[in-house]
């Protein structure tokens, strides 16, 4: 019979095994950011995974939805989560990945009058949403209210479009638009999770880079 052992690695060997990863420079860079993850669907989710996996210190997740079996599909979502709130769900699984992450939820819709509020401390800020309105209002609202924060978006991620034609952009020097911006669902059909997973690798890889220094000059 098996002996069941507890292999949870100590915070001091978890910080350790990512500044062996990163350097200790970078790893303290992204120890101490903050970043906001607005939606947490096949976008969102999947970005905080690889953020939580890269060692960022804390993550904002916000999304008023609940896990539904049609997610699971491509969302980091499990069925015995199916009916959770969205936040909950995921402050879950990504304590699972990443056990020392500081996370805070915000299980709400973001508006025009909330947004200000909800996002103040973070940052870098990830648009996530699925709607073209929401993702319009949260783009400009970012912009124009808090011209400081890096934002990173995405725009057309549907179909079975090649992998090759996903792309991150640097539209201004604190706005990067990651994805082949031209598909959407109604006109392919389909969101597959390969292909949404791509776009949030761009989305989390931008975060990344920004913090690391990696993009100023682009």
Not at 5 to 13: A, Q, R, S, Y
Not at 186 to 195: C, D, H, N, Q, T
């Amino acid at each position: 019979m098996w002996e069941v052992v507890d292999l949870i690695p100590t915070e001091n060997e978890w910080n350790k095994a990512l500044c062996q990863r990163h350097g200790e420079e970078l790893q303290k860079r992204f120890s101490s950011a903050t970043v906001a993850v607005c939606g947490l669907g096949g976008l969102g989710s999947n970005i905080a995974v690889s953020l939580a996996r890269a060692g960022i210190g804390r993550l904002l997740l916000i999304d008023f939805d609940r896990v539904d079996i049609t997610n699971l599909h491509r969302q980091q979502y499990k069925v015995n989560q199916i009916g959770k709130y969205k936040t909950e769900a995921l402050f879950e699984n990504l304590k699972e990945i990443a056990p020392y992450i500081e996370i805070e939820t915000q299980t709400c819709q973001i508006t025009e009058e909330n947004t200000v509020h909800l996002l103040h401390e973070a940052d870098i800020i990830c648009e996530a949403f699925d709607n073209a309105e929401e993702k319009a209002m949260l783009t400009n609202l970012v912009l124009e209210s808090m011209p400081d924060k890096f934002l990173v978006a995405a725009s057309g991620m549907a179909g079975f479009g090649s992998a090759n034609t996903i792309r991150t952009r640097k539209i201004t020097s604190h706005f990067y638009l990651c994805g082949d911006e031209e598909s959407d669902v109604e006109s392919e059909g389909s969101l597959i999770s390969s292909r949404v997973m791509l776009c949030a690798a761009h989305q989390a890889h931008t975060v990344l880079r920004i913090l690391a220094k990696q993009i100023e000059n682009e």
